[in-house]
């Protein structure tokens, strides 16, 4: 098959991989019809996730159809399309059969700070992801959800983990009504959570972020007030101002290791990998926050520590929320969101490329050129 693979930072190419195959009772094969780059996949790009290795295939966000079945499969049947969670769960384990399915104990179990996810490195079990003509789906009765007749696959593409990493991000903000949010990054997880957190109801959103284009998409998909960070003198201050001196309820740190802003945290921790990226944001998202207030975060963070003010945070009294999303548990509830009409998933793709054109797509959504928000491939097959 054709296949994304990594061949060291900053360099990937579309070669010939052997077609993956059963490996459990439990497994199917997909036909791969969509994938996605994500904000996370960067990250692998660049370097920054260890034992990121030559030739794995990335990838954590694609739907197919379903080709080979285990012996032991019972909710899927050949010819079935659906989309899939990024983290592989096992549906049994202490942590699956409590909903947290980003702990599952079973898909990863060299670790234990991490489940297993598709094409994320081997910290996070080694399994090839869905960049690529076909993916071998572990545990398939327990992740995949049947896409409905009459949608189309990109309307259901996110499910995967943009759309519910964004709305887990405005739940963990406990947003019941009013409450003013400021999510830094308006990138395709910051608009879900700004969508997702009018939704619950919020009095206010304002978005952050230091791409122009990025905040122009960002008031008119999720129709939020805009701050690009570049143009104010101290965005902890203008920030707070915007709230009566007090800062907002709820701050959602949509961006995670790779933050523009601090040039003293990017050389620390993306050039001289001193600590676990730049935690820029979340630095002010503790900051920003008035006393009391939430901060939900989702931007991906690795192990083992980031420099970050944990005492203003205590002192300050403010509830911190974290996790890699627990994607199934949100999936049919954010079906019925898309199929009702209130979350235009596909409406934040802005380009489109075919797998072989995938090192395109990346320099593309790397450099935020072109205007690019999100980027879908589409495999070619024989």
């Known amino acids: 098959m054709r296949a994304l693979t990594y061949q060291g930072p900053f360099k990937v ?9 059963l490996e459990h009772p439990q497994d199917v094969i997909l036909k791969v019809t969509r994938t996605a780059i994500c904000g996370s996949d960067l990250h692998l790009l660049h370097g920054l996730v260890p034992d ?26 050949k010819g079935d399309r659906v989309v899939v969670p990024f983290n592989i769960s096992c549906g049994t384990c202490f942590y699956c059969q409590r909903g947290l399915t980003a702990s599952c104990e079973n ?22 992801g869905g960049q690529a003509e ?27 983990d943009i759309l519910p990493t964004g709305y887990m991000g405005a739940e963990m903000g406990e ?21 997702s957190a009018w939704l619950m109801g919020a009095g206010r959103v304002i978005a952050v972020d230091c791409v122009q284009y990025r905040l ?17 003198d101290d965005i902890v201050l203008y920030l707070k101002e915007l ?6 309820d709820v701050c959602i740190d949509a961006v995670g290791m790779e933050a523009e802003g601090s040039l003293g945290q990017r050389v620390l921790g993306l050039g001289l990998k001193l600590e676990a990226g730049a935690p820029t944001v979340l630095t002010w998202c503790i900051d920003v926050v008035r006393k009391g207030g939430n901060v939900s975060i989702v931007g991906v963070y690795g192990p083992p520590w980031n420099l970050m003010p944990i005492g203003t945070a205590m002192n ?3 509830t911190l929320r974290m996790n890699q999303c627990n994607v199934r548990r949100y999936m049919p509830h954010l079906l019925q969101h898309i199929r009702e009409g209130r979350i235009d998933a596909k409406g934040i793709i802005t380009h489109r490329f075919p797998l072989e054109e995938a090192p395109k797509a990346y320099h593309l959504f790397a450099q935020k050129q072109d205007g690019c928000v999100k980027c879908v491939l589409t495999p070619g097959h024989a």
Not at 13 to 21: A, I, L, S, W
Not at 107 to 128: E, I, K, L, R
Not at 216 to 232: H, I, L
Not at 243 to 248: A, T
Request: proline fraction near 6%; charged fraction near 25%.
């Open 316 to 318: 300050k009294g403010l």
């Open 13 to 21: 190419r579309v070669e010939n991989k052997p077609d993956p195959r």
């Open 134 to 160: 076909y993916v071998r789906v572990p545990f398939a009765d327990v992740g995949p959800l049947k896409i409905p007749d009459g949608m189309e696959d990109e309307e259901a593409l996110f499910l995967g």
């Open 52 to 77: 990121t290795r030559v030739g794995h295939t990335f990838g954590h966000e694609f739907t197919g159809v379903v080709e080979e079945l285990g012996s032991e499969v019972s909710q899927l049947h």
């Open 243 to 248: 709230f009566e001196g007090r800062g907002p």
């Open 107 to 128: 898909s990863n179990p060299s670790s234990d700070v991490a489940c297993g996810v598709y094409g994320y490195s081997h910290t996070t079990g080694g399994y090839d």
């Open 175 to 195: 947003i019941k009504g009013g409450e003013t949010v400021v999510v830094f990054g308006a990138g395709p997880v910051g608009l879900f959570a700004m969508r």
């Open 216 to 232: 122009d998409f960002a008031e008119r998909y999720a129709k939020v007030e805009t701050v690009n960070f570049r143009e104010v």
